[in-house]
């Protein structure tokens, strides 16, 4: 069956303000009742989160009465260098900030073709530790640092902070954009997935 999630991502947020833009985030949250204050095992990848607040309804399209009763059904916040993925699934493509020219990550089977995808894997893997391995462009040859490229479907969103909400039914735009506004001119990008 899995876990489905949806993690709204600051995608410029620096590493100094991010840490304040989530409590900011999340005391609005807790204010409204959308989640709740107290911090249980409710998450998934971290030890604890924030369970759905007896207002949650206010935040998603339909209500899932069920959620309450789902072990993993909070919203965690990560703050920090974290590349952000989709969970399944390989990365499809990835377009150069420079020339735009797109390169093909999977096979008409969609598995990953490894001479491409090795181009740019130590970059992604080694960015949340700090580092900015750039990627040259097949194409025009411009290096670019991999959380500038563009990569498709979102498969991978690279930020400073980002609000994963477990299992909620889909969140409802408005709430999103009322999200977004808390963040005052920070670029955000909704990222869906599934484990």
């Known amino acids: 069956m899995g876990d489905w999630f949806q993690t709204i991502v600051v ?23 959308i989640v709740s204050a107290e911090r249980t095992d409710c998450v998934l990848g971290s030890e604890l989160g924030h369970p ?23 919203l965690d916040i990560a703050v920090g260098r974290t590349v952000f993925d989709t969970g399944q699934g390989e990365p499809e ?9 797109e ?8 598995q990953l073709i490894d001479e491409k995808w090795d181009h740019f ?12 391995e750039p990627v040259a462009c097949v194409s025009c040859g411009r290096s670019a640092a991999v959380h500038v490229w563009q990569w498709a479907d979102d498969c ?24 977004a506004h808390r963040l005052g001119d920070h670029r955000i990008v909704l990222l869906e997935g599934k484990l």
């Open 11 to 33: 995608t410029d947020a620096t590493p100094g303000e991010a840490q304040q833009l989530a409590d900011n985030v999340l005391g609005w949250l807790i204010a409204d009742g």
């Open 52 to 74: 759905p607040g007896p207002r949650y309804a206010a935040a998603v399209e339909d209500a899932d009465p069920e959620l309450v009763k789902l072990w993993s059904n909070g």
């Open 93 to 101: 493509a990835v377009t150069c900030p420079h020339c735009a020219a």
């Open 103 to 110: 390169v093909r990550l999977v096979d008409e089977g969609w």
């Open 121 to 132: 894997r130590d970059a992604v893997h080694s960015w949340p530790e700090g580092e900015e």
């Open 156 to 179: 991978f969103v690279f930020g400073h902070l980002g609000f994963t909400f477990w299992n909620w039914p889909t969140l409802r735009p408005g709430f999103v954009t009322d999200v």
